[in-house]
């Protein structure tokens, strides 16, 4: 997986041509959480990378980072630790808050993005969980501001979610990739009616942890070896 690549999955870029949000959807079990632990430990070597500040916010409360990595439960830690960690786990602790807990931290990062040279990576897994992540859902206007307005200002969203259809409408257009592992033929006409995407044919390779990242500006797809685990 080269540089140039990870770079287009995950680098803030306030006028790059692949820095709005990346979504990632694979079903449960199907290594997403390795993969993007994966993807985030390689852009950490990349100097590109070295200013990024990464939050990681696990809804199941379960990270792969390693014990380097802080865990925080509220914004001001969030902050707190960003000044020492490129890299932060967020857990939301209370089911009834999880949209007002991801709400903030996006204002958040927005209000302190211009300070932050190498821009904000905002990772969220299981988004799934979330109110309005289905195809019918309506996000929260700050997850709106997120995919709309946050590549200009150096922030990117990862939406991690087990099916392509749990990815919002509004996301049609205002993403720059897709990283795909193995998704549900269920997937198949949504991806081809919101994405104009036909996924078919890649599906049968999407198996035993391989996946694949589909460059949505370029309209081109890449394929991948599993990740090590
Ligand atoms: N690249 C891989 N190679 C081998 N095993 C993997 C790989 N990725 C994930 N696994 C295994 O599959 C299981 C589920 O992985 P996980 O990343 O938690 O999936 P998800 O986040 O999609 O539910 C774990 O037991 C993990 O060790
Ligand atoms: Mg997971």
Redesign the pocket.
Known sequence: MSKELIRKMLLPNRNGSHSLSTAMA?????????????LVNEARKDEAFKETRFVYISIKQ?Q?FDEKVPIVTNVDDLLKQWAKNPIVTYYPTEPEFYEVDIDEIIETSFSVVDKVEGGIVLII??ANVIKGFDSRGIVSPSVKKLTIAGRSKGIRGLF?C?RISNLPRLMNGNLSGMVL?SISSMDLDYSKKIFGQDFEPLMPELV??RWAYVDLIEDKTFKFN????
């Open positions: 694979a079903r449960s079990g199907s290594g997403k959480t390795t993969l993007l632990t994966h379960e792969l897994d299981d991690i087990h592992m035993d942890y599993p990740v090590p685990n």
